[in-house]
Structures are given as structure tokens and as C-alpha cells.
């Protein structure tokens, strides 16, 4: 039989689970939505006991067709956020998730007394109203019964672990968002404090490498899974760097952008870097002295989701409509802010909206659907931008890598090489390597991503288009910095309604 390894990644909308081959042929594959809980005007939560239903079933699906024996499992998963149990490891409410607005209050203080500069010179990331500390202070003050219930605050990929194996563990990856150091590997109790957020620091579990077996399946979760009692379960890490190494990027300057529900871009790091200050994030990743600086923008295809569905067409539709609309889409531009939370990268700003600039009676569906396509790629753009060193290559995934205009549209928005590897369900494939790694199939990181990664297409920067969209670019980001004082009205003048 062929020896197979499963990658979990536990997506905001949908959890994903992978049988792979060693040579990173995907067996199987089979995914459930884990529903979103949205209990008011920008909270955002989710059941953590049908999270782990879900996922069990996907798991369980996957065993079932999967023609080979599971030699470990991987974990990866959505970051940020807040997912609490109790000492008898029960959720002891909905997790609060990264994409959550309750605590942008906070943020916008933190901002003018001093606390987020020096948060950031300390961590490498720009605090967020869907982090872990922000939510935590909230829940303390507008839930003080569950905090006082709480003994273990995890990540969402740490409380899928948990099930699989009794064990409480965190990586790197994830602790790097909470007080976790990447410089030096310490964690920085002090800063909770500042934040308001006492309590959270004992709260975190036990910190396992990447690549470490920090548990593994137990009789109760052989039994809703039907995987076999003992498959060694590794620690994992956050999705985007699973993504990163899923895609192929894996060595310090390579450049990854998942194009999926938020728009992540990012480079790997030898050594912590923290610059640009005051944004994005700088995550140690617990794998081969590695580090990961992402910039990661809250909302990438439900924009043209949004789209779709308000315009009235069908994605392939959209595509075509999108292309006869001319570069620059006749003056019509687009900033891609959709999440309630705001926006966070390049820059934070949790009471940043999308908008349509330029509209006139001459615009139609057309127009607006191109300035969509380019605004999301522009972001991206921007956000590059803000990464270490120069982009001039970027590994391209995610569900909006499958759009032949969206990567044509990176290439000249970036004026860089795109190339989209082969497959699908990256997250789940590089955090498939890490459990690979854990039980010694291959060499090092390196020896994995070159026998399981290949490109399927690539697409080059337009010249006459590139030096269209720098000229574009400049526009979409001056206007951008021009709205950061009228959002900050807006919710001044909206609070009072």
C-alpha cells in the first residue's frame, strides 16, 4: 500500500483534509464548511465543537478512500483570533475570530498613547483588533465568567490538535501573534499586562517546533475519525506559512501571495526582520530557523464575491466583462477593504471600507467588475511593496489563482513573474512536508519542496500594461492614504446614528 500523509487546514469557511503522497500526489481530498457565527454588527465567531465535527467527518472521508497507511498527520490553520476551553478541555464559548471587529476600540487607543509602537518594536507586528490580546481584554471586560472558566487559549489548528490528541500545545508561527518574541524565542509576559490582557500569558500551552510529534491519536478521536489510534500528530504551523512552503517558497527572499479569503503576501526570512514598522507581522516558524514577514490584507476574493453577487453574474461572467474594460477601467478605482474589521496591511486602519472612486453615468457592470480584479491586484501590490527586498517573483495560490485575468493582472500590477504551482489545498500540502519531515521522509525542507512542487503555469509582466499600472498605482495609493481620516469620521458620525 502507499504510505500516505494527511494535511488538515482549517480554513475560515471551510475545513480541508489531504491525503498525499510522498512525492505530494494528492490521494484524496474532501472538505466541509465550518459555518461563520455573526452575532452582531462586526463580531465574527464560530462554533469550536461543530469545528471539530466538521473537520472529524472530512478526516474520516478522506480514510475511507485513501488507498494507503497514514504515517502522521498535519495541522494547520486560520490565525489570530481566540478559541478558549475549560480544565476539562469544553469550549467555553464561540472562538472569536481574526477577522472580528469587537475590540477595534482598543487598537485606535493603542495607536495614539504609544502602546502599539512599542508592541511592535517588542513582537515585528502590527496589533489588530482579531488578535489574540485585543480579544481577550474585550472578553475580560464584557465576559469575565468565560475568561474566569478558561484554562487553555488556543489557536484554531491548536484546538484541532487537542481533539485529535489530549495534548495542549502551540508553534512559533502562532505564539508570534500572542507575546511570543521571534528575535529572541521568549515570551514577554509584561506586554499582556499593558494591553489589558492579564490572564492570557498562563493561559498559552506548552510551545512545540513545527516539525515536532506533540501527541497522538487517541482511542476517542480514532473513533470519530477513523484514523488509527497512534498516527503521530505534529505541531504544525499557522497557515500562511504552510501555504508558503505548500507553494514551493521555502528558502530566505522567496515570495508567496495566497490569494483566497484574505490577500496574504510574504516573504521567508533568515533573521527577524520588523520593517516597514507599525504593519504586518513577523512570525518565527519553529522549522529549519526560519522566519516568515507577511503582509496580510483582511479580504482578497470576497471581493469579487461580493461583486458577483451584487451585479448579478457568474464568476466566468465577471472574467470576461472584466476584460473588455481597458487598464485602469476608465478612471473607476477600487480599494479592496471589505472586512468589518477593517484593514490591517500595509497599514491598520480598523475603520477602513471598500469604495468605487471615479464612477460616472459612462461606467457600467464592466467597469466596475475590471476595477475589482485590479484593485485586489494592487493591493497585493502595495503590500509587496512593504515586504524586505525586491519582489520580482512570487509564488501565486489560493482560489483566485485559478482566474487566468487575476494572475495576468498580478504579473503587471507587480511587473513581477507569477508562477501558479500545481494542485490545489496548499495549506494542507506544506504542512503535509512538515509531518513528512517529522517522520524522516525526507531530508530537509528542501528535499521535500523539490520532490512534491512543481509549476503548472506562469505568466509574465506586460510591459505597455506594467507601466500603465505604476502610473494607476500611484492614484490608488494616494487616494487610499487620503481616506484614512475620513473612515475615522465616518465611524465618528456613524456611532451617533
Not at 1 to 11: H, K, L, P, R, S
Not at 201 to 230: N, Q
Not at 403 to 426: I, M, N, R, Y
Amino acid at each position: 500500500m502507499t504510505e500516505a500523509i494527511i494535511g488538515i487546514d482549517a480554513g475560515t469557511s471551510t475545513i480541508k483534509v489531504v491525503a498525499f503522497t510522498l512525492d505530494g500526489d494528492q490521494l484524496v481530498r474532501r472538505t466541509r464548511p465550518t459555518p461563520v457565527v455573526r452575532p452582531g454588527q462586526g463580531l465574527v465567531e464560530q462554533d469550536m465543537a461543530v469545528t471539530w465535527e466538521r473537520t472529524a467527518a472530512a478526516i474520516s472521508d478522506v480514510v475511507a478512500v485513501a488507498d494507503g497507511d497514514v504515517a502522521a498527520v498535519g495541522v494547520t490553520g486560520q490565525g489570530g483570533g481566540c478559541w478558549l476551553v475549560d480544565a476539562d478541555g469544553d469550549p467555553v464559548r464561540n472562538a472569536v475570530l481574526w477577522s472580528d471587529g469587537r475590540a477595534a476600540d482598543y487598537v485606535d487607543e493603542w495607536r495614539t498613547d504609544g502602546t502599539y509602537d512599542a508592541v511592535f518594536d517588542t513582537f515585528g507586528y502590527g496589533l489588530f483588533p482579531g488578535m489574540a490580546l485585543p480579544i481577550f481584554r474585550w472578553l475580560r471586560e464584557e465576559a469575565p465568567d468565560a475568561v474566569d472558566r478558561t484554562t487553555t487559549a488556543f489557536a484554531c489548528k491548536d484546538w484541532l490538535k487537542f481533539r485529535l490528541t489530549g495534548e495542549r500545545t502551540t508553534d512559533p508561527s502562532d505564539a508570534s501573534l500572542m507575546h511570543y518574541r521571534p528575535a529572541d524565542g521568549e515570551f514577554d509576559a509584561a506586554v499582556v499586562e499593558r494591553l489589558g490582557a492579564g490572564g492570557l500569558a498562563e493561559r498559552i500551552p506548552e510551545l512545540a517546533r513545527g516539525t515536532d510529534v506533540v501527541g497522538r491519536v487517541t482511542e476517542s478521536a480514532a473513533a470519530a475519525t477513523d484514523l488509527p489510534a497512534g498516527t503521530p500528530v505534529i505541531s504544525g504551523v499557522m497557515d500562511v506559512a504552510a501555504a508558503a512552503f505548500g507553494s514551493g517558497a521555502a528558502t530566505p527572499g522567496s515570495n508567496s501571495v495566497v490569494l483566497g479569503t484574505t490577500l496574504q503576501c510574504q516573504t521567508v526570512l533568515a533573521e527577524p526582520v520588523f520593517e516597514p514598522p507599525r504593519a504586518g507581522y513577523t512570525l518565527a516558524l519553529g522549522v529549519e530557523g526560519l522566519g516568515l514577514r507577511a503582509m496580510g490584507a483582511m479580504a482578497g476574493t470576497p471581493n469579487l464575491d461580493w461583486a458577483t453577487e451584487t451585479l448579478g453574474v457568474d464568476v466566468d461572467r465577471a472574467e470576461t466583462m472584466a476584460r473588455a474594460a481597458p487598464v485602469g477601467a476608465d478612471g473607476v478605482a477600487y480599494h479592496p477593504y471589505l472586512s468589518a474589521a477593517g484593514e490591517k496591511a500595509p497599514f491598520v486602519a480598523p475603520g477602513a471600507r471598500a469604495q468605487f472612486t471615479g464612477l460616472t453615468p459612462e461606467h457600467g457592470r464592466e467597469h466596475l467588475l475590471r476595477a475589482v480584479y485590479e484593485g485586489v491586484a494592487l493591493a497585493a501590490r502595495d503590500c509587496c511593496a512593504a515586504l524586505p527586498g525586491d519582489v520580482d517573483r512570487l509564488s501565486l495560490s489560493g482560489g483566485g489563482a485559478r482566474s487566468e485575468l487575476w494572475c495576468q493582472l498580478f504579473a503587471d500590477c507587480l511587473d513581477a513573474t507569477v508562477a501558479v504551482p500545481a494542485g490545489e489545498e496548499f495549506g494542507a500540502r506544506g504542512v503535509a512536508l512538515l509531518a513528512g519531515l517529522a517522520t524522516d521522509a525526507y531530508d530537509d525542507l528542501t528535499d521535500a519542496i523539490d520532490r512534491t512542487t512543481r509549476v503548472k503555469r506562469s505568466y509574465e509582466p506586460r510591459p505597455v500594461s506594467a507601466t500603465k499600472y505604476d502610473r494607476w498605482f500611484e492614484f490608488y495609493r494616494e487616494s487610499r492614504e487620503a481616506m484614512v481620516e475620513v473612515w475615522k469620521r465616518r465611524r465618528r458620525a456613524l456611532a451617533t446614528l
